[in-house]
């Protein structure tokens, strides 16, 4: 089953999970950015805009974490994109080498 452009990881190997790992942390960059943004546009919108100053504490919190968690799904999906692009293009290869191989032996696979 896919969702959206993801595809379902199709090998459990523990490198690849590993990666994945990694990749997936570095969206939290997407937080941190994200947090950077929220609190300069908040310091921004509390010294001239009137309606914002005027907001209560809720309406303030929401802008504020939609900003944040915002960033942090965009990053996220692109570096699981990523890492999506880098899990098939290895595959591709490896597949090639295969492929070769058992050209090499005499056996002829079709595609």
Not at 17 to 30: D, N, V
Not at 40 to 45: A, D, E, G, K, M
Not at 62 to 68: C, E, K, M, T, W
């Amino acid at each position: 089953m896919t969702i959206g452009n993801f595809q379902p990881l199709r090998n459990s190997d523990p490198t690849t999970i590993k990666r994945l790992y990694k990749e997936s942390t570095a969206a939290g960059l997407g937080a941190i950015q994200g947090s950077i943004i929220s609190g300069s546009s908040t310091l921004i919108f509390n010294k001239y805009s009137k309606f914002f100053r005027n907001l209560t504490f809720q309406g303030k919190l929401f802008y504020n974490v939609a900003l944040i968690s915002m960033n942090i799904i965009f990053k996220a999906e692109h570096q699981v994109l990523k890492f999506q692009q880098k899990l098939l293009l290895e595959e591709d290869i490896k597949r090639g080498k295969l492929l070769d191989k058992a050209a090499e032996n005499g056996v002829f696979i079709e595609d």
